[in-house]
């Protein structure tokens, strides 16, 4: 990450936005050749020269000030997110040593909260988003993802490189998108992680869609959502997700899947644990191996 990252996200959020949308004149008959707003009027929202904002999309000014980050992200509307990442890209954590890339350990504590969870799929991330483990009902629901070695097991990786994810994703395109924005906020972030850096590296190689959805330079961090699933024994799924940071494990996140009481979902989440009883040891070990 670096200054031609900030200047790839400056042109993108540029091209999203019109005239209207940031209360400037729209001018009728006068041929726009530029698609969203101009560098001039982006530079006359941020109180800052053209020459300067210019020299900031091109990636040749050195790290802009506070005030004007604040002035550019009020200028392009940026959301809280928006705005954090803004910051990571221009350096705003710079002098900050990244905390270790490599893999953390599941502790035995957080293992047994896991392991509680009769009806609701549950997994830790680590801060290079691989996962750490999964509770029984969870490797059941991703037994391609609970396979893969530990280095390697992500579910952004699976997602979007292994077919059968096309599958299991009933609206596959909106998951494997959420992911790849998830995946640019954790890179700036974490500007000298290589875990990450070699999985981007990876998904540019081997995904086909990824190039292109990493060049919107669209940003997000989700916390709470649905997933539509379609699971071969359990059938159609549609599951909230919460996801919850540990303050004990710093960069460690749980995610915790789970259906209405007495719902269709719920019902199949169980025929799913039923249907897995015997051989479900197997899969969760796989999930820590």
Partial sequence: MGNNDLAGF????RAGLTPDEVGLPVEFGTGRR???LRRSEVAQLAGVSTEYYTRLEQGRARQPSEQVLHALAEALRFDDIERRHLFA???GAAGRKDRSEHPARLRPALRQVLDSMDLAPAF???RNLTVLGGNTLWALLFPDVA???RRERSMARWTLLDPRARLVWRDWERVARDYVHGLRLAAAAQPRNQHIANLIGELMMRSPEFPAWWSEHRVQERSTGLKHLRHPVAGD???QYEIFTSVADPGQSLVVYSAPSGS?????????ASWGSEPATTGDTAAES
């Fill in 10 to 13: 400056l042109r993108a959020r």
């Fill in 34 to 36: 530029v698609t969203g």
């Fill in 89 to 91: 890209l221009a350096g």
């Fill in 124 to 126: 830790v991330n680590d």
């Fill in 147 to 149: 396979a893969m070695p």
């Fill in 237 to 239: 799924l549609e599951l």
């Fill in 264 to 272: 269709p979902s719920q019902e199949r989440l169980r025929l799913l």
